[in-house]
Nanobody, 114 residues
Framework: QVQLVVSGGGLVQPVGSLRLSCVVS????????AGWFRQAPGKQRELVAG???????NYADSVKGRSTISRDNAKNMVYLQMNNLKFEDTAVYYC????????WGQGTQVTVSS
């Protein structure tokens, strides 16, 4: 049974940093495509960053240069490090993997506010 459990998130000031973590069970993350999505109020869910089984990463233009997706194969975890946070980064963030079908973790709220 595949499960994704997200931690991190919260309230952070502009230009601050945050790390989101996602523990994956039921499948080895180095065998799947994983990523982070976010959904702001009134907007569609969008890809923030992704990491393929080969380790190749991709980022939304809006976070490129400010964010890093990584994984720890030993811990079976995926991370999203976000720096220089902006008001527009405020959203609910979701961990995602594709393993035959989409799997989603629970969302975690990230609020950027002064």
């Amino acid at each position: 049974q595949v499960q994704l459990v997200v931690s991190g998130g919260g309230l952070v000031q502009p230009v601050g940093s945050l790390r989101l973590s996602c523990v994956v069970s039921g499948v080895k993350i180095d065998l799947v495509t994983a990523g982070w999505f976010r959904q702001a109020p009134g907007k569609q869910r969008e890809l923030v960053a992704g990491i393929g089984s080969s380790g190749t990463t991709n980022y939304a233009d809006s976070v490129k240069g400010r964010s890093t997706i990584s994984r720890d194969n030993a811990k079976n975890m995926v991370y999203l490090q976000m720096n220089n946070l902006k008001f527009e980064d405020t959203a609910v963030y979701y961990c995602y993997i594709y393993y035959g079908r989409d799997y989603w973790g629970q969302g975690t709220q990230v609020t950027v506010s002064s």
